[in-house]
Nanobody, 115 residues
Framework: QVQLVESGGGLVQAGGSLRLSCAAS????????MSWHRQAPGKQRELVGN???????TYSDSVKGRFTISGDNTQNTVYLQMNSLKPEDTAVYYC?????????WGRGTQVTVSS
């Protein structure tokens, strides 16, 4: 059973940066894709971006140019570097991983951006 654990969230001022991590355990195989999602209060969960096993990344328009997803090839760990943060980036951030046909979610980490 794969487990995903996010870390690195916190409180930051607008314009600041945070780096989130998502560590996977329970599988010796490399993920197929890993993605970051977020959910703000009262809103639906939305995709932030994803990274394939080969390192190809895509991003939503709302974060493109500010957020960067990267992966650690030696471990099943992915990162979300968030720069130029805005108050509207405030949300719980989740990572989601796919191994074959199986999908796993982490429990999320809170990111709060103050104005």
């Amino acid at each position: 059973q794969v487990q995903l654990v996010e870390s690195g969230g916190g409180l930051v001022q607008a314009g600041g940066s945070l780096r989130l991590s998502c560590a996977a355990s329970g599988s010796s195989r490399r993920f197929n894709t890993m993605s970051w999602h977020r959910q703000a209060p009262g809103k639906q969960r939305e995709l932030v971006g994803n990274i394939s096993r080969d390192g190809i990344t895509t991003y939503s328009d709302s974060v493109k140019g500010r957020f960067t997803i990267s992966g650690d090839n030696t471990q099943n760990t992915v990162y979300l570097q968030m720069n130029s943060l805005k108050p509207e980036d405030t949300a719980v951030y989740y990572c989601r991983g796919r191994w074959g046909l199986s999908i796993y979610w982490g429990r999320g980490t809170q990111v709060t951006v103050s104005s």
